[in-house]
């Protein structure tokens, strides 16, 4: 059974900074591609970042391109999300996702990943 959860959620100014953790119960984490998500109220869940298993390809959501760090530490079963220059559209619940994938793929789909954490609230204000 795989089991993820996040934290590092708060509530911050804009132009701030938070990370993101995500630690994963489960064999070979190294073998499974990274996600992170996020849902604002009344908007569906949308793609932020996502990242290969061994942690050589990394993608993002164009409004967070450049502002957020997808990464990730095999040996401690855990990946991460550095956010700065936060701002008030960032506000949402943030979810991490695993899915076992070949070492370099990258899944950005929401509908590729079966494991899912419980979510961390990040609220930016301005």
């Known amino acids: 059974q795989v089991q993820l959860v996040e934290s590092g959620g708060g509530l911050v100014q804009a132009g701030g900074s938070l990370r993101l953790s995500c630690v994963a119960s489960?064999?070979?984490?190294?073998?499974?591609?990274m996600g992170w998500f996020r849902q604002a109220p009344g908007l569906e869940r949308e793609f932020v970042a996502t990242i290969s298993a061994t942690g050589s390809n990394t993608y993002y959501k164009d409004a967070v391109a450049g502002r957020f760090t997808i990464s990730r530490d095999n040996t401690k079963n855990t990946g991460y999300l550095q956010m700065n220059s936060l701002k008030p559209e960032d506000t949402a619940v943030y979810y991490c996702?695993?899915?076992?994938?070949?070492?370099?793929?990258?899944?950005?789909?929401?509908?590729?990943?079966?494991?899912w954490g419980q979510g961390t609230q990040v609220t930016v204000s301005s």
């Open positions: 996702a695993v899915e076992p994938a070949p070492p370099n793929a990258i899944l950005a789909a929401s509908a590729r990943y079966d494991y």
């Open positions: 489960v064999r070979a984490f190294g073998s499974y591609a």
